[in-house]
């Protein structure tokens, strides 16, 4: 997977870090010492940002001589980060490296365990990630859900049409936006139309106006599952989304509605990866 962080982004990380050098390597005179780092992980472990955790170790002055790409999978007790180094080149990167992987291969592996959940209740079913990701972050979020085996929803205002009740309102409710429906095709006619549906009655009426995808929005899966056979009904071309509190303890249930996309947040939140490293002297 290539990266999707530049140098000046990898360069302010290790910058907030180590501002002005690492004061306990300096005093206690161990800095010229040679050694080696070696990160491996904890427990099964979708990797991510190896490369950038890689680039972090170079960037402080170590070589790398050996990275698992992101997206591998490893068992609990493999090495994937190997290099080698004097001690301030080490420990200058150890931790801006470690919680770079640990926090990014969190999200991957969060992505792929709830990916294999819910197709095996809906092999077709689509997993996507919203733009709820914490600010700044970005990057790093979306480098890790593509590791777990997800796609972005969308990944900012400017290249979806994406039609809330937020929206709506401005335009007297739905009922005064879905005659718009047939100008918004013509002056954006390669962008897919998706509107949000809080209940049965928006989900039917937009599915009818020629919504592309109709997003259902916090619907239990036992009042989805009969809105999804009605809507195939009414509209069998349309595409079916659902939203809001997908998480991984009831994505089955919700795959199993028969919904062609899974919309969620909940893999941006949850425990870091838990992801060893070992800082030696070379020949130890």
């Known amino acids: ?16 870090d180590l501002p002005y050098g690492d004061l306990t390597t300096h005093l206690l005179g161990i800095g010229d010492r040679p050694g080696r780092i ?11 940002c190896t490369e950038e955790a890689g680039r972090v170790l170079e960037k402080c002055g ?15 007790g493999e090495e994937f980060l ?44 689509a997993v996507v990630t919203t733009r ?28 979806t049409v994406l039609v809330f009740r937020q929206h709506t309102g401005f335009l007297g ?11 918004l095709r013509r002056r954006a006619p390669e962008t897919t139309l ?18 592309d995808v109709v997003q259902l929005d916090k619907l239990e899966p036992a009042a989805l599952a009969p809105l999804v ?21 009831n994505v089955a249930a919700y795959a199993a509605t028969g919904i062609d996309i899974i919309v969620l947040s909940s893999v941006y939140f949850g425990k870091p990866a838990d992801i060893g490293a070992r800082i030696l002297p070379v020949g130890e």
């Open 82 to 125: 190997v290099a080698e180094g004097n001690a301030r080149a080490l420990h200058g990167g150890w931790k801006v490296a470690l919680n770079l992987v640990e926090y990014a291969s969190g999200i991957a592996s969060r992505t792929a365990r709830i990916i294999a959940a819910a197709r095996a209740a809906n092999p077709a079913v």
């Open 173 to 183: 409710g739905l009922a005064g936006f879905l005659p718009a429906i047939d100008d």
């Open 132 to 159: 709820k990701s914490f600010p700044g972050t970005k990057k790093v979020a979306i480098k890790a859900i593509l590791a777990g085996g997800a796609l972005p929803h969308r990944l900012g205002l400017s290249e």
């Open 229 to 249: 056979r009605e809507l195939r009904r009414v509209a069998p071309t349309v595409k079916i989304s659902a939203a809001g509190g997908i998480n991984e303890d």
């Open 62 to 76: 170590a070589t790398v001589l050996r990275v698992e790409p992101s997206g591998s999978r490893r068992a609990a």
């Open 194 to 211: 998706l509107v949000e549906a809080e209940d049965a009655a928006d989900a039917l009426a937009a599915a009818r106006g020629g919504a």
């Open 38 to 48: 070696v990160f491996s992980c904890r427990h099964e472990t979708v990797l991510c």
């Open 1 to 16: 997977m290539p990266y999707l962080l530049s140098d000046s982004e990898i360069e302010r990380f290790i910058d907030e």
